[in-house]
């Protein structure tokens, strides 16, 4: 009887513990899987957020970018002889200061006609060289020149070089007609700029322009090194012709 109490306690016991076991087993393989699923979980919450953030930052699609770079060449917008007057009152030498954007009094005897061009010039005296927004077209150098005339009914070429054409040549050049120079190569014969003459005091020619440094100016041409340099002669409009009584220069006739 004493043999079977002892071995019935002994199973309960050997029973107990196999439960307790593999509860523990169990708990720690519960444990296990828990943490590697909150691992597993942590990881693929990262990895979407890298993907959301790589997503991001990647160009769309459609908009691949190149990866060469494309050199393109500016187009350009300035004519031949914008070019040549390029460098004109920047560097030229000009004794004193030689401009001035105060209008000035013409000479007595000075044509109705002239007075008036002359003074539709002088009211633009100050806005920047190629001046947009006053004319159907930029006020650069022959800009500015053909557009005064212009208000008045008189049309000319739009090109310095053309006007030069145009125009008969003279010389003793007064109020109104105009002056032809060299572009930038002083080596070319080749009309690159116009400017207007607004008084010839004995010779002392003060020449309104569109100036590629000073805009829309009045300068001394005497004092000037880079235009007296530069000089090809002087032209007057065949429709101011009749208004300085006929003169022409015996050089050339139309």
């Known amino acids: 009887m004493r043999l079977f109490k002892q071995s019935y306690v002994a199973t309960l016991f050997i029973l107990a513990l196999c439960t307790t076991t593999s509860c523990g087993a169990r708990a720690a ?3 296990y899987h828990t943490q590697e699923a909150r691992t597993l979980a942590s990881s693929s919450s990262h990895e979407l957020s890298f993907e959301e953030e790589t997503d991001q930052a990647s160009p769309q ?3 691949k970018k190149s990866k060469h770079r494309r050199h393109s060449k500016r187009k350009k917008t300035h004519s031949s002889e914008e070019s040549a007057c390029s460098t004109q009152s920047r560097r030229h030498g000009t004794s004193g200061r030689g401009y001035s954007y105060k209008p000035i009094t013409l000479a007595e005897g000075t044509p109705n006609l002239i007075r008036t061009v002359v003074d539709h010039g002088q009211k633009l005296l ?6 947009t927004g006053i004319a159907k077209w930029p006020l650069d150098c022959s800009g500015f020149v053909s ?4 208000l008045e009914g008189i049309k000319i070429p739009r090109s310095s070089g053309a006007i030069a054409v145009y125009a008969n040549k003279i010389k003793d050049p007064q109020p109104g007609d105009l002056l ?4 930038r190569n002083k080596r070319q014969s080749r009309v690159g700029h116009v400017a207007m003459v607004v008084s010839n005091d004995n010779g002392n020619i003060q020449m309104m322009h569109s100036s590629c440094g000073l805009g829309i100016v009045i300068e001394s ?3 000037s ?8 002669g002087a032209g007057r409009l065949p429709e101011v012709v009749e208004h300085w009584g006929g003169q022409r220069d015996s050089t050339k006739t139309r």
Do not use: E, Q, V, W
């Open 147 to 150: 557009y005064i005339y212009s």
């Open 61 to 63: 699609k459609g908009k």
């Open 29 to 31: 393989a519960d444990t």
């Open 180 to 183: 032809f120079f060299k572009g």
């Open 225 to 232: 090194s880079y235009y007296t340099s530069r000089y090809l």
């Open 221 to 223: 041409y005497n004092n």
């Open 126 to 131: 100050g806005h920047r060289y190629r001046a």
